[in-house]
């Protein structure tokens, strides 16, 4: 299918769509608010309750009812198969009773508020009331991305406005119904709301992008000019197709847990993008996106990241996804023979930390493909050989004795751990880049194999000196004799002891800087995860014993584990937005680990 948008769905409405590739967002929202011309008027994403599913495992074909007393709004949502076009179906069910004569004096409309962030963020945006070819349509611009937004039955009025100042919302809020209709803006944060009178309660919405505002109007004419249930359907079969190649679950998974699996599966395949072959964003979500204008996000790729995902695609059976990605990684890998912090889709660098396990883990991921990758999938005979020779000897070759001399040269200590804000030496780095050493001797002659072999086991040994704390107060509190550190200062690797202070980010100057034997973090996990100690090593259960007691928080759902105690990276207590400084939040990824 040729479509290159996008979506997310948060509180039951649209979120971020993202267009012409997997790392641009280019909308912030587009909700909805329910009014009746005569004083009633109700945001729906705030007051009406709100169910989302899926039409069936693994198909991300959203329906979402938001049910309030006055109203109940269902929403279909989609994408178009063939075109760069969000379809939304709305049903509007009024509750009054058929009786009310005010139910025919002031029926429900729909209002569609649309919050464009065209080209990377809200600011130097145009918005205008427009039409395409006679048919009405809001517009918006911002250099070569432009979007439009139609409806059929067309919108009785449209308006446009700056957000928190002239937008649908504050018209309703200071008027408590539709009063403004502008009909452009210049360059500023914009916003469009149209009205709609729908036809027997149901209405379809198609939001189009394209590089001119007119090629989206054009796409959006053109698919109000087809069925919502053809395209529905077509959306929905082509996900069913995916589902087919997926590998089957344990057959005694509970059904809850299936559906899981086969989300989880979806998910994945959602953040690949389909311009670049072979990347994959680490999410298709902005965290405290509405607090700044920074481009970034987790929708860029990280190498790290990235190899987890291909992991993922390998158990599920996914050869081609994986030799995309193994592809992907040996034209994006930097001469020196590191992958950068993360990047663009295309390989152009976003931050530019060093980060030593995003060179360790795609030397991992080739060095287990090569093998086969039957203990990842499962298979065997010709579905593991189909695995072995994903890409070329010459280009795997490469990139395999790249990446390990670039470890051997920069390691054992880390310009940033996997939190992406700490030097030193972490157990959660030393784990799997000794592991890739390892690896890269299999497939390495001579000198340089066993070179590796040597400095694996010269790093494997000294990771207690250089990260294991003994006969702290920590240490005593807890009736064990050590623990590893979350992360250690680099000094130590000239003498310096343990307790040198490293610095933490996301907490104020003033008590930014901690005795390393005073961090704990769940990071030592990982020692076991790529073989190094036993998980019945005694310093193992001790560490997990002190992190335990720090840092594991019980749930409604279950336990919960913070990533290391003083954690800031998090909202407010108040509940405000990070901003620089915050408490920590249990990370559902510790769960799993």
Known sequence: YSSRVWFTVGQGVLNEVYWPRVDRPQIRDLGFIVADGAGFWSEVRRDASHEVHHEAQGVPAITAVHNHARYQLTLRICADDHADVIRIEARLEDRRDHA??????HPLRLYP?????LGFGGFGGHAWAGTYKGRAMLFAQKGPWSLAMASDPGPVRQSVGYVGTSDGWQDFDANGAMTWTFDHTDAGNVAGMTEIALDGGVAQLALAFGARPDQA????????????????????SNWQGFVRTVVDPPADLPEEDRDLYMTSAAVLRTLQDRTLPGATVASLSIPWGNTSNDTGGYHLVWSRDLVESAGAFVALGAEAAARRTLAYLVASQESDGHWPQNQWVDGDSYWNGMQLDESAYPLLLAGALRGGASHMHGRKGRHAAAFEHLVTDTALDGMIACAAGFIARTGPATGQDRWEETAGLCPSTLAPVVAALVVAADHLSGPAAAYCLELADDWNSSIEDWTYARG?????DHGVDGYYVRIASPDVLAGAPLSTPVTVRNRPPETSLVPADELVGTDFLALVRFGLRLPDDPRILSSLKVADALLRTETPSGPVWHRYNGDGYGEHEDGSAYDGTGIGRGWPILVGE
Do not use: N
């Open 100 to 105: 009310d004569p005010e139910r025919a004096a």
């Open 113 to 117: 508020l649309l919050a464009p962030h």
């Open 217 to 236: 109007g054009l796409e959006a004419c053109a698919a109000l000019a087809g069925h919502f249930e053809a395209a529905w359907e077509e959306y929905v």
């Open 472 to 476: 702290t107060k920590l240490a005593r």
